[in-house]
């Protein structure tokens, strides 16, 4: 349906031909905070997507309609400068790491819009720099490598939009593949595939429809004190690099050199970086409670070690595990609001949404929103 939508508003708009292209929105499984520290991660992209209707137009003049906010935006290919507006952004921002790179991005028609809920943690801004990247590539016939679009698109963030995210979000648009979920490796950017056929569950997003305006800045803090960890522990150790190097023995032996605070950090990186190795074991071995089990130590170790939790998500964890109908639950992303995600048993499903949209209501007079999701494919045509 929103694909026809975009091509029909497509043709009334503009005169040229478009390709379409899809990128999706990501959930991560375990290994939270871990990818700015070069290490493992364990994404899937969701089926809920940004569409982009894209053509050049043989002109310097780029026109942008983005459907769903019922705006629209334009500006010369060879001068533009940010927009106040925010969303336009995400864009300018891909079509300076092509020009940086020395490759030719001509004016374009775009029409764009999507099903990813903004704010929700859900990546959608990454969605969004994957879908343009990977479209200027195709009209282009750049040639880039999946490798490239990811790392432009999160330079786009990084450099344009002024928001220090990692790796991950970017790579799981890209890269996903319908029910499978994948380790990356964020130091070597290595990645592998494992099969997340969920036969007796459904994963189930509870969305706090909350984004504290901490979360930003508590963001770049977290990667602040996780540097400050390492270069206590480079005193000791001399070819260490980031805390994917160093062992919870070997932080442990060095605790009161610390700050309180920048300890707890650190242990719970360390940890969070072996729980994703454990649950890919835990994964080959089909034990999915288990798998569960280290989704709950990593909702506690982000709740009270990295203190990105609040106390929405915390209210969504801790009722979702008291329910019983959930063999795993965590708050997912950056914190401070989002999504939790859930893995719940298929028998509760319908009775798992009544129950936690109407405890959030009636004790925290939130409403919720809960989504179902399935696990697809990355950026493609369609
Ligand atoms: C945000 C960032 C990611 C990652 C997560 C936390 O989603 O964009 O790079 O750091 O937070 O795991």
């Known amino acids: 349906m929103q694909v026809e939508d975009i091509k029909k508003e497509f043709n009334s708009t503009f005169d040229t031909?478009?390709?379409?292209?899809?990128?999706?929105?990501?959930?991560?499984?375990?290994?939270?905070?871990?990818?700015?520290?070069?290490?493992?991660?364990?994404?899937?992209?969701?089926?809920?997507?940004?569409v982009c209707a894209i053509a050049t137009n043989n002109t310097n003049n780029c026109r942008v309609v983005a459907l769903d906010m019922k705006d629209s935006f334009e500006f010369d290919i060879n001068s533009f400068?940010?927009?106040?507006?925010?969303?336009?952004?995400?864009?300018?921002?891909?079509?300076?790491?092509?020009?940086?790179?020395?490759?030719?991005?001509?004016?374009?028609?775009?029409?764009?819009?999507?099903?990813?809920?903004?704010?929700?943690?859900?990546?959608?801004?990454a969605a969004m720099e994957c879908a343009f990247a990977f479209g200027f590539n195709t009209l282009h016939n750049h040639n880039l490598s999946k490798l490239e679009i990811v790392k432009m698109s999160q330079a786009a963030e990084n450099e344009y939009v002024d928001v220090q995210c990692g790796i991950m979000d970017q790579f799981a648009s890209v890269h996903g593949m319908a029910d499978q979920i994948f380790r990356l490796?964020?130091?070597?950017?290595?990645?592998?595939?494992?099969?997340?056929?969920?036969?007796?569950?459904?994963?189930?997003?509870?969305?706090t429809q909350i984004k504290h305006s901490l979360a930003s800045s508590e963001y770049n803090t977290r990667r602040k004190e996780c540097e400050q960890g390492i270069s206590v522990l480079q005193k000791h150790y001399n070819n260490i690099n980031s805390l994917r190097d160093i062992s919870i023995s070997q932080l442990k032996k060095h605790e009161k050199e610390f700050d309180?605070?920048?300890?707890?950090?650190?242990?719970?990186?360390?940890?969070?970086?072996?729980?994703?190795?454990?649950?890919?074991?835990?994964?080959?071995?089909?034990?999915?409670?288990?798998?569960?089990?280290?989704?709950?130590?990593?909702?506690?170790?982000?709740?009270?070690?990295?203190?990105?939790?609040?106390?929405?998500?915390?209210?969504?964890?801790?009722?979702?595990k008291e329910s019983n109908m959930v063999i795993g639950t965590r708050m997912m992303g950056g914190g401070f609001g989002g999504c939790t995600i859930n893995i719940v048993k298929?028998?509760?499903?319908?009775?798992?949404?009544?129950?936690?949209?109407?405890?959030?209501?009636?004790?925290?007079?939130?409403?919720?929103?809960?989504?179902?999701?399935?696990?697809?494919?990355?950026?493609?045509?369609?």
Request: with cysteine; charged share 30%; net charge negative.
């Open 346 to 382: 298929n028998e509760f499903l319908d009775q798992f949404k009544e129950y936690m949209t109407e405890v959030y209501k009636n004790e925290l007079n939130l409403e919720l929103k809960t989504y179902m999701v399935k696990i697809k494919n990355g950026t493609s045509l369609l």
């Open 81 to 125: 400068n940010k927009s106040d507006k925010g969303w336009p952004n995400y864009i300018l921002g891909v079509i300076e790491q092509f020009q940086k790179k020395g490759l030719e991005v001509k004016g374009f028609d775009c029409v764009f819009g999507g099903d990813i809920p903004l704010g929700a943690g859900l990546s959608s801004s």
């Open 260 to 320: 309180p605070i920048v300890y707890k950090r650190c242990k719970y990186v360390i940890e969070e970086i072996k729980r994703v190795i454990d649950c890919c074991e835990l994964l080959i071995k089909g034990d999915l409670i288990g798998f569960g089990k280290n989704m709950y130590k990593t909702h506690e170790g982000l709740s009270k070690e990295y203190e990105v939790s609040c106390t929405e998500l915390d209210f969504l964890a801790s009722k979702a």
């Open 185 to 207: 490796d964020c130091k070597t950017l290595d990645f592998e595939y494992f099969n997340f056929i969920l036969d007796d569950y459904h994963l189930v997003l509870c969305d």
């Open 17 to 50: 031909t478009p390709i379409i292209v899809r990128s999706p929105g990501r959930i991560n499984l375990i290994g939270e905070h871990t990818d700015y520290n070069e290490g493992y991660v364990m994404p899937a992209a969701i089926d809920k997507e940004i």
